[in-house]
């Protein structure tokens, strides 16, 4: 069993933004704005894995290749974001129900899709950031990395029951 994945939030500035041409792109790449670039160096920094949530596509490897640039968020139900019961199934098909604690980056709406999807799996779900302001929350994850302190307490390893 592993221990920490971080679920980072994928964003709306997007590579297409400044490159209309650039066509598929790896979702790794095709985010491009500051809060998502700060919430990866956080997961390459502290996960054991990590994975982007997207609005469109739900849970996904960074290598997941995004067709073209779309505009789907979590905050309007109009752009139709992807299905809870998608998500879910998500958890299961990536293994990521096999970790002991899932690290939610992102806003509340973001927060609510993670807690929803992994409701039932066993896995914790901890949000170190919540509540925070898109700048102060920016600031307090590069100190993070800086110090090399994810905020997160490490699970303690499973002992056996002595009868």
Avoid at 67 to 77: A, Q, R
Avoid at 120 to 126: D, H, L, N, Q
Wanted: aromatic share 12%; with cysteine.
């Amino acid at each position: 069993m592993n221990d920490i994945l971080v679920i980072v939030p994928c964003g709306s500035a997007k590579i297409w933004g400044n490159n209309a041409w650039a066509g598929p792109t790896e979702a790794y790449y095709a985010y491009t704005g500051p809060p998502f670039k700060i919430n990866r160096a956080y997961a390459e920094r502290f996960a054991d894995r990590w994975v982007i949530l997207s609005a469109k596509y739900g849970f996904i490897r960074p290598n997941f290749v995004i067709p073209e640039p779309y505009n789907t968020t979590f905050k309007k139900k109009s752009t139709n974001p992807v299905h809870l019961d998608t998500l879910r199934q998500q958890v299961q098909d990536l293994k990521l129900d096999t970790f002991k604690v899932a690290v939610g980056m992102g806003g509340k709406e973001y927060r609510r899709a993670v807690e929803l999807a992994f409701d039932g799996t066993g896995v914790i779900t901890v949000f170190p950031f919540a509540g925070l302001p898109i700048g102060k929350a920016m600031k307090v994850i590069k100190h993070a990395i800086a110090i090399g302190d994810s905020g997160v307490p490490r699970p303690e390893p499973r002992r056996p029951i002595l009868s």
